[in-house]
């Protein structure tokens, strides 16, 4: 078995796209109704990334995802319309607005409670300028999410405490 990279990263970049997937998380938790223990907003990992999965909207469904291969958040709409937005060196704030203006754009409105959870000092998203970092050449996102989805694994493969604290411990925190 190959060695699991820790679960908290301390990085500038890891401080900056924690915010963002939870802005993503925020707005999953907004469109889907709730399952115990939060399931609902739970970001999925893929080959690329992280994935909101389908999202209703009236008589229409949405999707974000968080391609840290293209670097680009990346949001559907099963009316055919996709989005992109760049992934860069960015502040907080600046991502937040461009995600709702996006969504505006596509007729998706959306309210969601703007303090991030779960770290020290939380700053809300549409004033937070100190976190606005984005290493494009690093593959740490990529792994951390890999590292996520075994525990999720884990966890639903298990009943054991082990899991369950890997799950509260990190994949938690990422889409809350």
Same mark, same amino acid.
């Given at each position: 078995?190959?060695?699991?990279? %820790?679960?908290?990263?301390?990085? *500038?970049?890891?401080?900056?796209?924690?915010?963002?997937?939870? /802005?993503?998380?925020?707005?999953?938790?907004?469109?889907?109704?709730?399952? +115990?223990?939060?399931? +609902?907003?739970?970001?999925?990992?893929?080959?690329?990334?992280?994935?909101?999965?389908?999202?209703?909207?009236?008589?229409?469904?949405?999707?974000?995802?968080?391609?840290?291969?293209?670097?680009?958040?990346?949001? =559907?709409?099963?009316?055919?319309?996709?989005?992109? /937005?760049?992934?860069?060196?960015?502040?907080?704030?600046?991502?937040?607005? $461009? /995600?709702?203006?996006?969504?505006? @754009?596509?007729?998706?409105?959306?309210?969601?409670?703007?303090?991030?959870?779960?770290? $020290?000092? !939380?700053? !809300?998203?549409?004033?937070?300028?100190?976190?606005?970092?984005?290493?494009?050449? @690093? @593959?740490?996102?990529?792994?951390?999410?890999?590292?996520? =989805?075994?525990?999720?694994? *884990?966890?639903?493969? @298990?009943?054991? &405490?082990? &899991?369950?604290?890997? /799950?509260?411990?990190? *994949? %938690?925190?990422?889409?809350?």
């Amino acid at each position: 078995m190959t060695e699991w990279p %820790a679960l908290e990263q301390n990085d *500038a970049t890891s401080e900056t796209v924690h915010r963002w997937s939870q /802005i993503i998380g925020k707005i999953r938790m907004a469109h889907t109704p709730l399952v +115990n223990h939060f399931w +609902n907003v739970t970001l999925y990992v893929t080959p690329r990334g992280l994935t909101t999965s389908s999202m209703p909207y009236g008589a229409r469904l949405f999707e974000m995802e968080l391609d840290f291969i293209d670097h680009v958040l990346r949001i =559907r709409v099963s009316d055919g319309a996709i989005r992109e /937005i760049k992934l860069f060196a960015r502040s907080v704030a600046d991502m937040y607005a $461009e /995600i709702f203006a996006t969504l505006r @754009s596509l007729g998706i409105e959306c309210r969601i409670w703007t303090t991030p959870v779960e770290i $020290e000092n !939380p700053i !809300p998203f549409e004033r937070d300028e100190e976190h606005h970092s984005y290493d494009r050449g @690093s @593959s740490g996102c990529i792994e951390r999410c890999n590292f996520r =989805r075994r525990c999720s694994i *884990a966890f639903a493969a @298990s009943s054991s &405490a082990s &899991a369950a604290r890997c /799950i509260s411990s990190g *994949a %938690a925190s990422i889409s809350r």
